[in-house]
């Protein structure tokens, strides 16, 4: 088919923020799943599966027991948000802990050298804390503040680091041998790290770390219940979907075509032409 994956998932997954609280109840997974398509791209197919995934078996297994949880446990809870909160105090909840993960968007924004949209974010972030009363309210978006989305996994891509190997967290979802180091990176520029480990302590992070858990599952749900109706194979196509979707986060949303080449071609020994590197802003 001709429309990949990533043009599918990345309007919504731009709606969910990218990073997570310490509370390893997020399903990470969910972030990049919806209805667009049914059948994994071509070249995806094409590609051996041991190559993109030799952990296949376990990581079936993590995300079956992940999968099984969120539907036992987060699933449930999340229905009942969303049927009795209000609209509005939903909003708020995920404005506040959007712009409470921002300083990892900060962060990577730099790393990757785009310094202008660096302090642009820095900016967003100030204004979104003070003047929407810590970050309950986006104020900055109309002022012209756009909310960016990166984060370590990004900055390794765009240093030129590639992923070879796939891999399925449980209770995290799906990640790579890049972009799992951007998970302590995530904890470690996360106010509420250092609220537990400093200030308030677990009694208050704790509560709001699973309210942050609720409000990404509440955001996810009407894309699990279409893939849940359309996928034929959830794990392929979460799998399929996710290194897209990397890919298509790497670049910006405009990657060249050869980017949607399979993934861990260099480990099989073949010869690729040299990429351009992804742009620079």
């Not at 429309?3 to 399903?27: E, G, K």
Request: net charge negative; proline share 8%.
């Amino acid at each position: 088919m001709d429309l990949s994956l990533a043009n599918c998932i990345t309007p919504f997954h731009q709606s969910v923020r990218l990073s997570h609280s310490r509370l390893l109840l997020l399903i990470a997974s969910i972030v990049l799943l919806s209805g667009c398509a049914t059948m994994r791209p071509h070249n995806l197919e094409d590609a051996s599966s041991d190559q993109i995934d030799p952990y296949e078996k376990v990581n079936r297994k993590s995300y079956a027991l992940t999968d099984f949880v969120d539907r036992k446990v987060l699933e449930p809870v999340a229905d009942f948000y969303i049927d009795y909160v209000p609209t509005r105090v939903q909003r708020s909840v995920s404005n506040f802990y959007d712009n409470l993960a921002y300083p990892n968007v900060v962060l990577n924004v730099f790393l990757q050298g785009k310094v202008r949209q660096g302090f642009q974010d820095s900016l967003r972030f100030i204004v979104n804390s003070s003047l929407g009363v810590g970050g309950l309210f986006d104020v900055a978006s109309p002022m012209g503040l756009t909310q960016h989305y990166e984060d370590f996994g990004q900055t390794l891509g765009v240093w030129g680091v590639n992923a070879r190997t796939y891999l399925f967290i449980p209770f995290l979802g799906p990640s790579s041998d890049r972009d799992f180091p951007g998970i302590p990176v995530r904890f470690l520029t996360h106010p509420l790290f250092y609220a537990g480990l400093f200030a308030v302590g677990a009694p208050v992070t704790v509560p709001l770390s699973f309210l942050d858990a609720i409000d990404t599952r509440a955001r996810l749900s009407g894309p699990m219940k279409l893939r849940d109706e359309a996928a034929l194979e959830p794990y392929l196509f979460v799998r399929d979907a996710y290194l897209q979707q990397r890919k298509h986060l790497i670049y910006d949303g405009n990657p060249p075509p050869e980017a949607y080449e399979d993934l861990t071609e260099e480990e099989s020994g073949k010869e690729k032409p040299q990429k351009e590197k992804p742009p620079v802003k």
